[in-house]
């Protein structure tokens, strides 16, 4: 069973940073892709940050320059530092993880997906 834990989300003002955190945690075999996706009200889930297992990144073109993705390979965590929110960015924002749940995956290649529970983050004066 692998579990994700989001944590940091909450209530900032417009201009204002957050620091979101996700733990992952279980048997999992390897971890290959991570990223944050967000969700607003009457809005489809979508990418805000994705990092591979190499480190490379990639953003949603609203949030270039503003937010940074990272990810501890060691302790299976990964981090979304989001600086100079606006109201738009508000949503609440999952952790997701893309990797092998087994040896036995990773040799036929069959890659599960792992979603957490989700945290909300309001920008709002």
């Known amino acids: 069973q692998v579990s994700l834990v989001e944590s940091g989300g909450g209530l900032v003002q417009p201009g204002g940073s957050l620091t979101l955190s996700c733990a992952v945690s279980g048997s999992i075999y390897r971890i290959n892709s991570m990223g944050w996706y967000r969700q607003a009200p009457g809005m489809q889930r979508e990418l805000v940050a994705g990092i591979t297992s190499g480190g490379r990144t990639n953003y949603a073109d609203s949030v270039k320059g503003r937010f940074t993705i990272s990810r501890d390979n060691v302790e299976n965590a990964m981090y979304l530092q989001m600086s100079s929110l606006k109201p738009e960015d508000t949503a609440v924002y999952y952790c997701?993880?893309?990797?092998?749940?087994?040896?036995?995956?990773?040799?036929?290649?069959?890659?599960?997906?792992?979603w957490g529970q989700g945290t909300q983050v309001t920008v709002s004066s």
């Open positions: 997701n993880v893309a990797g092998f749940g087994s040896l036995f995956d990773s040799r036929r290649k069959y890659e599960s997906d792992y």
